[in-house]
């Protein structure tokens, strides 16, 4: 009885740091996103080129994902988490080196050694999963999501004030370093169960095979294109009310409402995924982008409608990346867990990736307004296919009830 106790209550203690080490981990992220394109133009680079340290970021975070999936399975997820923080805290640094030294060079570096620690970080909420009771999984997940919540907070507060250094744009990118720095302590206090099933070996066939599974075909769909769409949005967004006249300071504080409104709605929707179910909840948040979208494409230079649709972005966001997560969580066999976790982070990447690189080309060739009519040109079908999937499982479920 009481080791059963002792048990919850160390998987509890686990979410949580996990989650506060998760919206740490976010606050970097938001930072970046809010200054790189400013920094970068700071530094000379053109419009087109503005975009190339945060597009590092992501390129980075791809190609990290997967070894760092497989170095898990070798040698558990503390030491890997612990060498990911590492890079943050040194990407960071890097990072104002590049600002005081004025080199783009050293700043693409800095946010490519960020993104190998955010690539570990998208970790974080499959590790909940594995420290929770079974009945509380699903929440597990959106507490750890959750916690980005802290970097609506945090990541505009230390981009916006000259916390560390008389510079802002210097403090932030030290600051980057302090919140990664806190992360290792985190991890370092957290204690991370092993999976109960043996990894097995896990090639393309696997892969193939995995995604005959319609369910978790959509959610992995639904997370890596809705990611990839939110990351294009949430940068054009940025640069077109710069393009409007608005200043730093109203442009960081409309990514704050993003961000915000990216992480709050996980404080309970692991209770409407069990509710509703994580396919449902996935559609209708991709049913939201498209509106996002369809609102900002009706209405192309009004600001107030602008900061407006980044908040349904963000919640939409929020469903599609944790119900698909979730899907793709529950629906992967034990043993392929870790391998599949990381394919889903892979594609994930890849979207996001393109998200952050092309935001600059996509505003110079179609606009604002264009932005969101290719983004709605890609989620339309996604949502037609999952809605088909699901009247016809519908379908199949009655016909079996009769």
């Known amino acids: 009885m009481n080791s059963t106790i002792s048990t919850k209550g160390a998987g509890v203690a686990a979410v949580a740091k996990l989650a506060l080490a998760n919206g740490l ?3 970097s992220a938001v930072i ?4 790189s394109a400013l920094v970068a133009r700071q530094l000379g680079w053109t419009e087109g080129l503005a975009t190339v340290p945060y597009g590092m970021q992501f390129l980075t975070l791809l190609i990290a994902t997967y070894p760092s999936a497989r170095l898990m399975v070798r040698y558990g997820r503390k030491p890997v988490f612990l060498i990911a923080a590492s890079c943050g805290a040194a990407g960071g640094f890097v990072g104002y080196l590049g600002l005081i030294t004025g080199d783009p060079l050293l700043l693409c570096l800095a946010h490519g050694l ?3 620690s955010l690539a570990n970080q998208n970790f974080y909420r499959f590790a909940a999963l594995e420290v929770a009771a079974p009945e509380r999984k699903a929440t597990a997940m959106s507490l750890v999501v959750f916690g980005g919540t802290f970097a609506a907070i945090a990541g505009p507060l230390l981009s916006r004030h000259p916390l560390f250094s008389p510079e802002v744009f210097q403090s932030a990118y030290l600051g980057i ?9 985190l991890i370092l206090s957290t204690r991370f169960s092993r999976p109960e099933t043996a990894p097995a070996q896990f090639g393309l066939r696997d892969v193939r095979h995995a995604l005959r599974q319609p369910r978790l075909a959509i959610g992995m769909a639904f997370a890596a294109i809705g990611y990839g769409a939110m990351n294009l949005l949430m940068i054009a967004s940025g640069l077109t009310m710069d393009g409007l006249g608005c200043g730093y300071t109203q442009i960081s504080l409309a990514i704050q409402w993003h961000v915000l409104a990216m992480f709050l709605p996980s404080l309970v929707m692991g209770r409407v995924i069990a509710l509703l179910g994580g396919l449902t909840v996935t559609v209708a948040g991709g049913v939201l982008l498209i509106a996002s979208s369809a609102m900002a494409y ?9 900061e407006f649709t980044l908040i349904l972005l963000g919640i939409g966001w929020n469903m599609t990346y944790v119900g698909g997560s979730y899907l793709v969580a529950r629906t992967a066999a034990p043993e392929h867990a870790l391998s599949l976790q990381a394919v889903n982070d892979v594609a994930i990447g890849i979207f996001a990736m393109l998200g952050a690189f092309l935001p600059g080309l996509v505003l110079g060739w179609f606009g604002w307004a264009g932005a969101n009519l290719l983004v709605i040109a890609l989620i339309l079908p996604l949502v037609g296919f999952a809605v088909v999937h699901m009247l016809a499982a519908s379908g199949e479920a009655a016909a079996q009830r009769g």
């Open 114 to 116: 960020l993104g190998v």
């Open 298 to 306: 009706l209405y192309p230079w009004h600001v107030p409608t602008i």
């Open 25 to 27: 981990g976010i606050s």
């Open 32 to 35: 970046s996103v809010t200054m």
């Open 177 to 185: 370093s302090v919140l990664w720095g806190v992360i290792m302590l």
